[in-house]
């Protein structure tokens, strides 16, 4: 998924100053400024501008190409463009016909940063049904973090971004999170060869079910012990008796640690719904996705303990043919025919957790 894009939105605000050295230091690489704001404030190398133009200009003054040009005029920004700016259309869309208009006129455009007077998202997913085979990039105005979200999730590929008109301090700290969250990310993910394989009886295990679709080449990290685990299988792949669940994870014993974001880990007993769980593909990329249940039963349980970079890491699963653990070469192995000698992909970290946050302490888990 291509990463969304986030403009803030600065022209008014009243500590200009102030918010621009914050967002210098965050991963916010766009800001929406006046042409006043150009050269009094400090921008940061990384940050991109969007400068908002006054419609009525005859000419276009000599601005730095970096600069990406924003208007509610066509004329201007058709002019802007053939000098090799550019350019964003701005409109308010308060009825069909001005919907009409954001799509046809924003065609020759590189962006679209479309308002909208009505809170219902129709009109989004008609223009991103309309400009789907286009190049031009839709940006929505939103005023919060809630609405931000749902604007990513329209039509299932969302808009390309939007443009937050409504910030302070706190405001872009939750916004840059927001980045964070919507980032893929990437761990290093090991092979380990098996070292023990111990069939421990009966015990309680988790069910971990998301509310995101799992591919059949994703999982999420388990472990005993929070300096690693084992990447365990979405239920994708088939299934002889049932039908298969491609959202859910048949995660492990109730003690074991699972991963989420920021190498935070949670005990499986932790989890609800709406908790945030990590999900890994055999290639070490990762996402976050929500939990809608977590179902625990007794059943009976198996040990598999793998070695590597000279550390012992187990995973204890339901003992079944149908529990799959992903194999060194990233294909799905079920647990009751994995033997000693195999290789299975394995996830290493510095140990030590308190409350599921990382911590220096000396400590022994084993």
């Not at 999900?279 to 198996?302: F, H, M, Y």
């Not at 946050?357 to 888990?365: H, L, P, V």
Request: proline share 2%; with cysteine.
């Amino acid at each position: 998924m291509e990463k969304k894009m986030v403009w803030l939105d600065i022209r008014n605000v009243t500590n200009e100053t102030k918010i621009v050295d914050l967002v210098n230091k965050l991963r916010i690489d766009y800001l929406l400024i006046k042409e006043s704001q150009l050269n009094k404030l400090a921008f940061s190398k990384k940050t991109k501008l969007i400068l908002h133009v006054d419609e009525n200009k005859d000419e276009i003054p000599e601005y730095s190409k970096d600069l990406i040009l924003f208007t509610t005029s066509v004329d201007f920004l058709k002019r802007a463009k053939s000098k090799g700016y550019r350019t964003a259309f701005y409109i308010f869309v308060k009825n069909h016909a001005d919907m009409e208009a954001a799509w046809s006129e924003s065609q020759a455009f590189d962006f679209l940063a479309v308002e909208f007077k009505d809170e219902t998202n129709i009109p989004l997913e008609l223009l991103i049904a309309r400009l789907q085979e286009k190049q031009t990039k839709i940006l929505k105005f939103t005023k919060n973090i809630i609405d931000a979200e749902i604007s990513f999730g329209v039509m299932e590929v969302g808009s390309d971004g939007v443009i937050f008109s409504e910030i302070d301090d706190n405001s872009v700290i939750a916004i840059d999170k927001l980045l964070s969250k919507n980032e893929r990310g990437k761990i290093n993910l090991v092979k380990g060869k098996v070292t023990d394989i111990q069939h421990v009886g009966m015990g309680h295990r988790a069910c971990i079910d998301t509310i995101s679709l799992l591919g059949m080449n994703e999982g999420m990290i388990i472990g005993s012990t929070s300096f690693g685990g084992l990447l365990v299988s979405s239920e994708t792949h088939y299934l002889p008796y049932m039908e298969l669940r491609p959202f859910r994870v048949n995660a492990g014993a109730i003690h074991s640690y699972v991963w989420s974001a920021d190498s935070m880990t949670s005990y499986l007993t932790e989890l609800k719904a709406g908790s945030k769980v990590i999900c890994v593909d055999t290639a070490g990329n990762t996402r976050e996705v929500s939990v809608g249940r977590v179902k625990i039963e007794q059943r009976p349980l198996i040990k598999i303990e793998v070695e590597v970079m000279n550390k012992k890491i187990n995973a204890i699963v339901q003992d079944d043919w149908h529990i799959r653990i992903f194999g060194g070469d990233g294909s799905p192995l079920n647990v009751s025919s994995i033997k000693i000698g195999d290789e299975l992909l394995a996830y290493t970290c510095e140990g030590g957790r308190h409350v599921g946050i990382k911590i220096d302490e000396s400590i022994e888990e084993k």
